[in-house]
Every structure is written in structure tokens, then in C-alpha cells.
């Protein structure tokens, strides 16, 4: 059935390439129109709480006062914005070490047992979705905290503990990619020359896959960043920023996921949510374009 | 001597910290299966929702779920599929490629409740789908196209070059080389790939908490009209699935055994990923073995 | 060829769903030939589809009325949807919705122009207790205690009569109408966001938290109310159904349900549904509302009672 193209007339020959050539390029236009709706849409919508409610861009990302029924009604976002950063990255810093050690388990001391226990195992974890953790986080983690802490286990560590389990997959997986990629002559010049095989990671190998190494930590982060319904479950959602780590407090997706649905399309609480859902993408561009450098880095 | 230590200490620590990871995979499973399991029955999986009293079954959830991700799944490959091979075999190198690499990249990575919320503004209000099975695959498919396009690419990367070239070598256009030659090849890849990433549509609920719905209308099992907006086949209806019921009962669940159903619910998600892993695992390997010794 | 085969395919199904889309939207002018009004008992002639968007707290009650009424007239399809009363204004008022469910009144919610196009049916009422940690030897919060914990002024149980325990608040979101309703009619003041506070949106998130946060208080509808958690007496006046009735417990709003305008004929059967005595004396009260039939008191917008 495969052969029969080429010997006919020229016609079927030339419309048949460009069908093809017209099909794969119809899909990566739909891609390309796709993302541009998507950052012209949010943009739109999340950047008219500027320009036509007249909220000032000060007040959003300057002031910690969030009260969006007060007279006259106030929208600092800085709380979450706070709440955001500090719970993704005490997310990363609980998982980067277990993700990185997971790889080095996996890559260089035992690949066997490694590929054949740890490897699926992560896979799951890739695969459980969020709702679960967010529940099983409601259940376990929370009142584990409560009962060691002080405060209600609620919080940044509680949803930093969730969302660290939830990236680990992310940050174990670039991790293996990364350290199997390495020419073994560098590690057999520095087995050769008599070191030891921690002397041989620690001075060797993760120094240069150092920069790959954190591509993965960044895109953990990312991830971290924009889950909404497990940190929302855990978080405790007050509007302030906290003076403990097990105090109640906010992230940009929680205060999304528990007021969208409750104000008025077009109402000014509504146009800001929507600023902070750009927020949220214009965080994800960053994110993409620091994986960008890291990688640039990690080539040269 | 003291390297030797550090060297020992080291990889305990390394192994410790491994092992720590299965722990807490075994701790959650283990968790998870065995709050729910217990409440799994033939009746729990088929029957419907209760609102107040108790025995409510996911039946309707189940299905949606299921056929929701048959849904996405039309409208993601033929795209991915189209975008992964452009990227590989008909993108030439340089600046606007590069470019659209990088959307492929932001794409994948966007958080889900902001496609959720470009789902409710444009394909339930402004487009008028209102909130519906073809509302959340749409947004379903967002997600989903960035990693089929990685995943068709790579595959085809991994065809060997020489097939390619000798093909085009027996005057075959390079279109009839993909279709025939490269993508039965790289089809194991794609197929495992894909396999997986459904098991990320499975599971996902925040985009879906504002396109495809929080309820489910009655579905009359025994209509197959794709048009009725009874029947369970009609595109256009709301319909809540299984993460997105998990969701609910947490937190409105009125019934006295919502917690047992929440908890049987999450028992059945995680018994779907898990049942759809290895299965790309077997087809992977059964492929495998079959493309590696047919030939 | 396969893959063009199924190309065709798929472009062929787009089209067909794009179009089974339109159809949907057209479906909503409803064509029904001269149906009974009364629509509870042999409704048949009744056909069209319905769509009721929002409250969350009012779902169970339209989902479990509507089955009752599609039984009834199987010609009709009604479907219901979650999504908040903001979600439920917003999509009645822009169109896409039949009917808007609500906690609160509309013009609490939008602008007066479009709020005063809406066409108010209250369905039901539903009230609301305080309810705290079972731990704690508290059974009766006055007004000016509620308003104390709830603004900050006490942050320790013994200083209402309680024993020597941190007060931690289980809140909802601001934008939440529970909330709304819990501070005007309990509280009588707005309250701002206390550090330290926990917010959740959702009933049984928040009864699971005043179970087993200790020291915990909290507010639920009555629906919610079981023996995991203490409910408080408000003034010394028990939260239930007769005093809420005849207007000694103050704390309930009523559940509206909005249309744009005069509704179409399937719509006003439906909404003539769920007052009849039919739904009224059976689904409202199982589900733990309050039937409006019943109440001695009547409200308006601005909260003035009238027996």
C-alpha cells in the first residue's frame, strides 16, 4: 500500500506534499493562535482593573491591605503575591534535594533496582491528581502539623509539604535525563585518578550538570506556582501576609479559586482577579525564559 | 580513610532519602486505598449520585470522565500530531521555529486554572458552548497539545535517519515518508506518550471547575442519540467528572457518607492512572518487541 | 491514508458539534404549546430545555426539584449548574442562563441598571448558626460577644465564659454570601479579614475544621448542623426552624432565584414548581431550608423586617 505513490503522473505526487505540508502547518497555526487568544484575552481582561476601574498600579502590587467590600474598597495584592513565592520555593527547596538524590540513586548507584522500583514510582506520583493530594493534604498533613506546631497546621509549610510531593516527578525526571546525558569518560577520569564515588559526584558530576540540575528545580517551581485547588485546601486563605510559616495566609491561585466564582463578571473585584490571573501568566513566561537561560548555560 | 567515610555516608544518605521517596509513595497509596477501596462496589461505580441521602454511587462521573477524555483525545492527536511533525520534519531551523518552540514550552507550562478561566471567557461565554463536555475538552486540550506535539517530536527524532533517507532515495515524497514509513515507527513512542498524558486529563479538575461544569444532568443510559441532551453521548451537556465530583463532595458533599465517597472516588482515580501507566508500559514493551523482532 | 481518512473525520465531527452548539443556543427560545401554568401535576404538553446557574448552597434544592419536575414533564430538560451567585448574576443578567441562583439580593451583587431587569423568585430561606469546636463548654454567644470574636477585639475563649483556649476563626471569603448574610443579620457590622484567620468557601471544609481545630468557631447553614460540632445559641435563641420562622432568630437570608424579565412559560412552571406545597413541604425541608410559606417575617434589600 505504501509504494504506490511514486510512479503515477506528477499531480497526486505534488498535492499529496502539499496536503501534508498544509495539515502540519494548519495544526502549529491553531497552536500559535491559540496562545496568542490566550495572553490577549487575559491580558485584556486582567489589565482593565488599570485602565478602566482606575486601580492603581501601586496599589496592587505596593499595598498589603486586601479588602475588596471596605469603603472605599482596597486590592493590595502583595499578601499573595508574598504567599505565592514563599510557599512554591519552600516547595522546591523540600524537593530538590529528594529529586536530585532520587536521579543519583537512580542513575549512579543502583540503576537497577532504580529503573525498576523508583521509576514507576515517580511516574505515579506524576500521575495523582491534584484533588487527591489536596485531600489526602486536608487529612494527613495538616492535622500532623497541628498537633506538632503551634497554630492550626494550616499554612505555608503545609502547602509547601503538598506541593512539594506534587513536583518531586518534575524535578527527578530532568534530574535523570541530565545525569544520564554525561559523557561516562568524565566520570571515569575522576574514578581513575583515585576518587572516591562521592568525590567523584560532588566535585564532578553535579557541578556540571549543575545548570540542568536547576532547569528542573525552576520548572518545579513553575508548577508549584500555578496549582490552585491542593494549596487552596491547605493554605487556610487569610489575606495577610504571616508572621509564621503555620499561620493562615493566601496565594495568588487560592484567592482565584475562592472568589471567582462569587463576584459579578465585570464588577471591579472580578476585573482584579483577573489581574492576578495575568500575573500568574506573566510569572509563567518568566519561569520559561529563566529554563531558557539555565539552559543556554548548560550547553556551553 | 576520611574519604572513604564520606563516600559511605554519602551514599546512605542517598539511598536513605530514596527509599524516604517510596515511603511516602507507598504511605499515600496506601492511604488513599485504603480509606477507599473498602467502598468500591460493582453498585458504587455504576450507580448515581445522592444528594442527601446515603449510597450515592459516580456512575455519571465515571462515564463523563471516560468520555470526556475521548473527547479531547479527537481533537488533540490529529493536532499534535500535525504540530509534532512540522516541528520535526518541516520546521527549518532558526529564529520563528525557535519561537515557536518557546510557545510550546509557556503552553505546557501555563497554570490550569488560567486556561480554566480563558475557557470560561471565551469558549462558554463568548463562543456560547456554555458549560459543556466540549467546553473542557477544548480546554482539556490546551494542555494536552503541547505535550502531544513534544511527544510526536521526539518520536520522530528517534527514527533512524537512514530509513528516512533511503526511502526518499526510492522517489517517495517526503509527506507519503512520514506518513508511511517514520510515523509507523515512531507509533510505539507516540502511543505510550499519549497514554500517559491521558492520565493527566483523567485527573485534572481546575480547568474543568469552570468549563466543563459542577453538575451532571440526568443521563438516560438507554438513549444513544448524540443530539438528545438526555443522552450520554450529547457533546453540548454540563457534566461533572470524577475529580471535579471529588472536589465537590469535599467541600458541599451534603450526604452522610460523602467523606466514604470522596474517599472511593480518589480510590477509583488513583486506580485509573495507575491502570493506565502500566498499560502504556505494556503496549510500550509489547510494541517494542514486536516492531524489534518482525522488523 | 489512514490519517487523512481520519483528518476528514475529525474536521467532519468539529463541524457538526459547531453546529449542534448553535442549535443548543437557539433551544432556549422555547416553543411549548399553551402548557398549564401550575405545571405539578400533568404538565405533559410542557416541553423546552432550562438552564439554572450559581449559589452552590441552593444546587441540591433545584437539582433534586428539577428531577422531580423532568419526571413530571418528560419533555423538558433542566440543567443545573454550580459556579457561586456571582457566576449565576452575571450569566442570567448577561443571557446565557435562565435562571440565576443567589444567596443575596441582586442589587447587592450588580450595578442597579441590570439588577433592576431581574425578576426575583424566593424559593426558600435558609438561616445560619455559629458553630464551634465540640470541646468547648459553650453554648450561647450574645450579639456583642459574635461581634468581639469576629472583629478581633477577643481572641481568647475565657473571656466570654469559656475556658482558657486561643480562639482560631474559620471564615469565609468576603465575597461569600454566607458571609454576607452571617454579618448583616448576626453581626449587624462589615468585619475585616483578622490575620491568622482561616477562610474557606466551602460548608464541609469548614465543618471539618471546627471539628478538629481546637478552639474553633465558625458559621453553617442549618442543612450542615450535626453532632461532629457544637452549635451555639445566639442571644439565648436556639438556631431552628419555629424560631427562625416567627422572627425571634435573626440569622437567614432567603434563596433567590432570578429571571430576566418575565420569564417563558417552562421557566414559570418550573419556578411555580418549586413554591408549590409539593416541593415546598417535602424537598426544602428535607434538605434542611426553610419553606418561605412558612415564615411569620417577611425581609426586603435593606434588611427591615415586617411581620
Redesign the interface.
Known amino acids: 500500500m505504501a509504494q504506490s505513490g511514486g510512479k503515477k503522473r506528477v499531480q497526486p505526487h505534488i498535492i499529496e506534499e502539499w496536503t501534508g505540508k498544509i495539515y502540519t502547518s494548519l495544526c502549529i497555526t491553531f497552536l500559535i493562535v491559540t496562545i496568542f487568544s490566550m495572553v490577549y484575552f487575559v491580558a485584556a481582561k486582567g489589565l482593565s482593573s488599570f485602565f478602566v476601574n482606575g486601580v492603581s498600579f501601586k496599589e496592587i502590587f505596593g499595598s498589603t491591605v486586601w479588602k475588596p467590600d471596605g469603603e472605599p474598597p482596597l486590592f493590595g495584592a502583595l499578601p499573595f503575591i508574598i504567599g505565592s513565592f514563599s510557599t512554591s520555593i519552600l516547595a522546591a527547596l523540600i524537593a530538590a534535594p529528594l529529586g536530585i538524590c532520587a536521579a543519583l540513586f537512580m542513575v549512579e548507584i543502583m540503576p537497577k533496582y532504580g529503573k525498576k522500583y523508583l521509576q514507576p514510582v515517580i511516574e505515579l506520583l506524576a500521575g495523582i491528581p491534584s484533588v487527591v493530594y489536596g485531600f489526602v493534604g486536608l487529612s494527613v498533613v495538616v492535622p500532623f502539623y497541628r498537633d506538632l506546631f503551634p497554630g492550626q497546621g494550616l499554612g505555608i509549610v503545609a502547602g509547601a509539604t503538598v506541593l512539594s510531593i506534587m513536583i518531586l516527578p518534575t524535578i527527578t525526571s530532568i534530574a535523570t535525563d541530565a545525569l544520564s546525558a554525561l559523557p561516562s569518560g568524565l566520570k571515569e577520569g575522576s574514578y581513575a585518578l583515585g576518587a572516591t564515588r562521592w568525590q567523584t559526584l560532588y566535585r564532578t558530576v553535579i557541578p556540571t550538570t549543575m545548570p540542568a540540575l536547576m532547569t528542573g528545580v525552576v520548572l518545579g517551581m513553575a508548577r508549584a506556582f500555578g496549582e490552585a485547588l491542593a494549596v487552596q485546601m491547605v493554605i487556610g486563605n487569610a489575606p495577610h501576609i504571616p508572621t509564621s510559616l503555620f499561620e493562615s495566609t493566601s496565594t495568588l491561585t487560592s484567592v482565584i479559586t475562592l472568589s471567582m466564582g462569587n463576584t459579578v463578571m465585570g464588577s471591579v473585584q472580578n476585573n482584579v482577579l483577573w489581574t492576578l490571573a495575568f500575573i500568574l501568566m506573566a510569572m509563567t513566561f518568566i519561569f520559561v525564559f529563566t529554563v531558557r537561560w539555565l539552559e543556554r548555560r548548560a550547553k556551553r | 580513610m576520611s574519604a572513604k567515610t564520606a563516600d559511605k555516608i554519602a551514599t546512605a544518605v542517598i539511598i536513605t532519602l530514596a527509599g524516604f521517596i517510596v515511603l511516602i509513595m507507598a504511605g499515600l497509596l496506601g492511604f488513599i486505598l485504603y480509606r477507599g477501596v473498602g467502598h468500591i462496589s460493582f453498585d458504587f461505580l455504576t450507580s448515581a449520585p445522592q444528594t442527601i441521602k446515603a449510597g450515592g454511587g459516580i456512575g455519571p462521573q465515571l462515564f463523563n470522565s471516560l468520555y470526556l477524555l475521548i473527547l479531547t483525545m479527537i481533537i488533540t492527536i490529529p493536532l499534535g500530531l500535525g504540530a509534532g511533525i512540522y516541528m520535526s520534519q518541516y520546521a527549518k531551523p532558526g529564529k520563528i521555529t525557535d519561537f515557536i518552540r518557546l510557545i510550546v514550552e509557556v503552553l505546557s507550562s501555563f497554570p490550569s486554572i488560567v486556561v480554566g478561566l480563558f475557557g470560561l471567557l471565551v469558549i462558554v461565554n463568548m463562543f456560547g458552548f456554555g458549560f459543556s463536555l466540549f467546553s473542557g475538552a477544548l480546554a482539556l486540550t490546551v494542555f494536552n497539545l503541547p505535550l502531544m506535539v513534544r511527544i510526536t517530536e521526539q518520536a520522530m527524532a528517534s527514527v533512524p535517519q537512514a530509513q528516512k533517507e533511503a526511502s526518499l532515495a526510492l522517489g517517495l515524497s517526503k509527506w507519503k515518508t512520514i506518513k508511511s514509513i517514520m510515523l509507523p515507527i515512531a507509533f510505539p513512542v507516540i502511543l505510550t506518550g499519549t497514554i500517559l498524558s491521558a492520565g493527566r486529563v483523567f485527573g485534572e479538575a481546575a480547568a474543568l471547575l469552570f468549563t466543563a461544569g459542577m453538575s451532571s444532568p440526568r443521563l438516560d443510559f438507554g438513549n444513544w442519540n448524540p443530539l438528545s441532551p438526555t443522552s450520554p453521548l450529547n457533546p453540548f451537556r454540563p457534566a461533572e467528572t470524577l475529580a471535579v465530583h471529588i472536589w465537590k463532595i469535599n467541600s458541599e458533599g451534603l450526604a452522610p457518607d460523602a467523606p466514604e465517597i470522596a474517599a472511593g472516588a480518589s480510590a477509583v482515580l488513583i486506580l485509573t492512572v495507575l491502570i493506565f501507566n502500566l498499560l502504556a508500559r505494556y503496549i510500550g514493551r509489547l510494541m517494542h518487541k514486536k516492531f524489534t523482532a518482525t522488523k | 491514508?489512514k490519517?487523512?481518512l481520519?483528518?476528514v473525520l475529525?474536521l467532519i465531527?468539529?463541524f457538526t458539534?459547531a453546529a449542534?452548539?448553535q442549535?443548543?443556543?437557539a433551544k432556549n427560545t422555547t416553543e411549548s404549546n399553551g402548557g398549564t401554568a401550575s405545571g405539578n401535576t400533568n404538565g405533559g404538553e410542557l416541553s423546552g430545555?432550562i438552564?439554572a446557574?450559581g449559589s452552590?448552597?441552593l444546587?441540591?434544592l433545584v437539582?433534586?426539584a428539577s428531577?422531580k419536575f423532568?419526571d413530571l414533564n418528560p419533555k423538558v430538560?433542566?440543567?443545573?449548574?454550580?459556579?457561586?451567585?456571582?457566576?449565576g448574576?452575571?450569566q442570567v443578567?448577561?443571557g446565557?442562563a435562565d435562571i440565576g441562583n443567589s444567596d443575596v439580593f441582586a442589587e447587592e451583587?450588580?450595578e442597579a441598571t441590570p439588577a433592576a431587569e431581574l425578576v426575583d423568585h424566593q424559593v426558600a430561606v435558609v438561616a445560619m448558626a455559629a458553630v464551634v469546636n465540640p470541646d468547648l463548654n459553650i453554648d450561647n454567644l450574645t450579639k456583642d460577644q459574635l461581634v468581639q470574636i469576629f472583629t478581633g477585639a477577643v481572641t481568647n475563649w475565657n473571656e466570654v465564659g469559656g475556658p482558657d483556649q486561643a480562639i482560631?476563626i474559620i471564615n469565609r471569603?468576603?465575597?461569600?454570601?454566607t458571609r454576607a448574610t452571617f454579618e448583616k443579620y448576626a453581626l449587624g457590622t462589615?468585619t475585616?479579614?483578622?490575620?491568622?484567620?482561616?477562610?474557606?468557601?466551602?460548608?464541609?471544609?469548614v465543618k471539618?475544621?471546627v471539628k478538629?481545630?481546637p478552639g474553633a468557631i465558625g458559621y453553617l447553614a442549618l442543612?450542615?448542623l450535626d453532632d461532629s460540632i457544637k452549635t451555639v445559641k445566639y442571644d439565648g435563641v436556639e438556631a431552628n426552624v419555629d424560631n427562625v420562622a416567627n422572627g425571634s432568630y435573626p440569622v437567614w437570608a432567603y434563596e433567590h432565584m432570578y429571571t430576566k424579565g418575565e420569564a417563558n412559560e417552562v421557566v414559570t412552571a418550573f419556578l411555580d414548581f418549586i413554591k408549590s406545597d409539593e416541593v415546598q413541604n417535602a424537598d426544602v425541608v428535607?434538605?434542611?431550608y426553610i419553606p418561605v410559606s412558612k415564615m411569620q417575617v417577611t425581609r426586603d434589600v435593606e434588611g427591615n423586617i415586617t411581620k
Request: hydrophobic share 25%; proline share 3%.
Open positions: 491514508m490519517k487523512s481520519m483528518l475529525t465531527l468539529t458539534l449542534c452548539g442549535n443548543n443556543d430545555s438552564l446557574v452552590s448552597a444546587q441540591p437539582d433534586q428531577q423532568m430538560s433542566i440543567q443545573v449548574q454550580g459556579g457561586g451567585s456571582g457566576t448574576l452575571t443578567s448577561g446565557q451583587k450588580l482560631q471569603p468576603s465575597s461569600s454570601g462589615k475585616a479579614d483578622l490575620k491568622g484567620a482561616i477562610q474557606e468557601d466551602s460548608s464541609g471544609t471539618k475544621l478538629e481545630t442543612s450542615y428535607e434538605l434542611g
